[in-house]
């Protein structure tokens, strides 16, 4: 007997081919350019992965300012999880990181996070707080190209942004009250740990 082909067995990927990605296919299809959108995460990526190494040394030089340190620290591995969980993304799209780690940190999308000269806290805040600001311009960016065309990498990159715009708030907050004595509050409640979700008491968006 033989078997009735249904609607969604048709496409231009062929049965058994592994040079192409249905996954792909479809959201082209969609009208996502799918080149730029590669090169859009991969851009994103690199910003994630080299804000966790500056995000790292300004940690170090929050002594004395604990509570900064604290939220420092869910903000850093929170850009380690940003950048594992784009990464995935970008194989399935048939894109990949550079090999040369230079070339990668070179092509971040938002500038290097240096620690300052005389680092006060304040100075360090300031320095989160463009990073953040950077990272939302970025994931909502992500977010146009991919609204209604490409759900798994809309959802990705909403979740970042969610994310993006509360450390924001964050150091916006900080940063008011230790430069200018002004209280302006951010909506902050402490997580589990540092790194989860505030959404979930017992996981978080990248460990369910």
């Known amino acids: 007997m033989a078997i009735k082909r249904k609607p969604h067995m048709k496409g231009k990927v062929k049965p058994g081919d592994v040079s192409n990605r249905v996954g792909v296919e479809q959201i082209a299809a969609r009208g ?12 994103a990526a690199g910003a994630e992965f080299t804000t966790y190494y500056y995000y790292t040394l300004l940690r170090m030089h929050l002594a004395g300012h604990e509570d900064y340190k ?45 620690l300052p000269q005389k680092p006060t806290g304040a100075k360090i805040l300031e320095i989160l707080l463009e990073a953040e600001r950077c990272a939302i311009r970025t994931w909502s960016e992500i977010c146009d190209l991919t609204l209604g065309k490409d759900p798994r990498t809309y959802d990705m990159a909403s979740r970042i942004l969610q994310e993006e715009i509360e450390h924001e708030a964050w150091f916006i907050e900080l940063l008011s009250k230790e430069r200018d004595g002004v209280i302006r509050p951010s909506g902050h409640f402490r997580r589990g740990d540092p790194g989860q979700a505030p959404y979930s008491k017992n996981r978080s968006f990248y460990n369910p």
């Open 32 to 43: 996502v350019n799918v080149k730029r959108l590669i090169d859009k995460l991969i851009d």
């Open 70 to 114: 604290e939220i420092c620290e869910d903000a850093r591995l929170e850009d380690r999880s940003h950048f594992e969980l784009i990464t995935p993304r970008i194989y399935e799209l048939g894109g990949g990181l550079p090999r040369d780690i230079r070339d990668f940190a070179d092509r971040a999308s938002c500038a290097d996070a240096y």
